[in-house]
């Protein structure tokens, strides 16, 4: 989830992806899953506990960007564009998922718990993560390092990213707009469905309507209808956001996403400045590693509550402890694995190393401060 080089970087957009990185990861310590790093303040957490909707704005997130960076009415390089999304997003996959495997051969075999091949930690289900194909079902697999599940859903949707574009329509922006009632309605129909909401149906099942309609929400933020936005849409937005959690309607929640992204693809958005500044941004950066490692310091944590009585007394000395060894994780990962694996995937994969197309502005330079050359801050 960090910029591509040379690739205009809308950086409010970039520092939403800390917040929603690190929403997934307040899901996975504050809900009591069973042999989890669950920190207990003794109460629930109400937001936090809907922390998984956090990877259904990174897809919506994900469409709008890459949207915005190569469909652009420029002819798509399909084979540059997947080698560039491959170089992104495998050299940490890949790492995360060696160092899942010796997680899970240590509980095997040294601590004899016995969880190779039961659960879906099994060696099909390993197979399927290497190749990233482990969610493209509705019974995804979410075995060995389980939070990948949403790279290969990512995966997905590059692999299909024309098709996508394809049904975006680029002209008619009325009929891009009556267009997002169908990933909203399919969300709803799955919510409907299911009996953990949004929770766990399949990888598949949430990436394309949420992908879908954060490409459509590019097209229709490209047209001069909307080429200067009201400054509380962001506002509004994180108040349809929290309407959503507090009556539980994940769907709502996620209407409230788009809508966030939406407003803060603008720099005059009343939110922008604060998500843009420096240290958030950077954190964005990063946040594909912080997403991707986050397993492993709340193993950390779960070794030290056991080696320390008074960091297993202190729920807050915890979160500290957590979110220190989190950040330098995210940190590392992304200086020493992230950023030197895409630059030699992306030379070994494109001898010529071809750029990604240049982004196209929304409106006015001035108006819009989407113009800084970073990268596309895509989501995973």
């Known amino acids: 989830m ?34 989890g790093a669950f920190i207990d303040f003794g109460t629930r957490f109400l937001a936090f506990d809907q922390g998984y909707l956090g990877v259904d704005g990174f897809f919506i997130l994900s469409g709008f960007i890459l949207a915005y960076n190569y469909a652009n009415g420029r002819p798509l390089d399909y084979r540059a564009f997947v080698g560039a999304r491959f170089a992104r997003v495998y050299p940490v996959h890949f790492v995360t998922l060696l160092g899942a495997i010796g997680l899970v051969c240590i509980r095997h075999f040294v601590l004899h718990k016995h969880v190779i091949g039961t659960a879906q930690n099994t060696y099909p289900a390993l ?25 290969s859903a990512e995966w997905f949707a590059y692999v299909f990213f024309p098709l996508f574009v394809a049904l975006a329509p680029a002209r008619n922006r009325l009929f ?21 909401a949004l929770s766990l149906p399949g990888g598949l099942a949430r990436l394309i309507p949420e992908f879908y309609a954060g490409v459509l929400l590019f097209r229709l ?40 992204i939406f407003g803060l693809s603008s720099n005059a958005d009343f939110v922008a400045p604060l998500l843009a500044f420096r240290p958030i941004v950077y954190l964005g950066e990063i946040s594909y590693c912080l997403y991707m490692v986050q397993r492993f310091p ?38 020493f694995i992230e950023l030197p694996g895409r630059k030699w995937l992306r030379r070994v994969l494109s001898p010529r190393h071809v750029q990604p197309q240049a982004a196209t502005t929304f409106a006015p330079q001035t108006a819009t401060g989407i113009m800084r050359e970073q990268g596309e801050g895509s989501a995973t």
């Open 2 to 35: 960090n910029p591509n080089d040379n690739v205009r970087q809308i950086d409010q957009l970039t520092g939403l992806r800390a917040f929603l990185a690190l929403w997934v990861v307040t899901r996975h310590l504050f809900h009591p899953f069973e042999n």
């Open 127 to 151: 197979a399927a993560n290497f190749v990233l194909l482990n969610a493209w079902s509705f019974d995804f697999v979410t075995g060995w390092n389980d939070v990948a599940w949403s790279v």
């Open 176 to 196: 891009a707009a009556v267009l997002l009632v169908v990933p909203a309605g399919a969300l709803a129909a799955l919510e409907w469905h299911s009996a953990t």
């Open 221 to 260: 933020r490209r047209a001069s209808a909307f080429a200067t936005l009201p400054r509380m849409l962001g506002l509004a937005a994180i108040g349809i956001i929290a309407l959503g959690i507090v009556v539980r309607h994940d769907t709502l929640t996620v209407i409230g996403l788009g809508l966030l």
């Open 298 to 335: 709340m193993e950390g944590l779960s070794i030290a509550r056991k080696a320390s009585a008074a960091l297993a007394g202190s729920p807050t000395m915890q979160v500290f402890v957590l979110l220190a060894m989190l950040f330098a994780a995210s940190h590392l990962t992304h200086r």
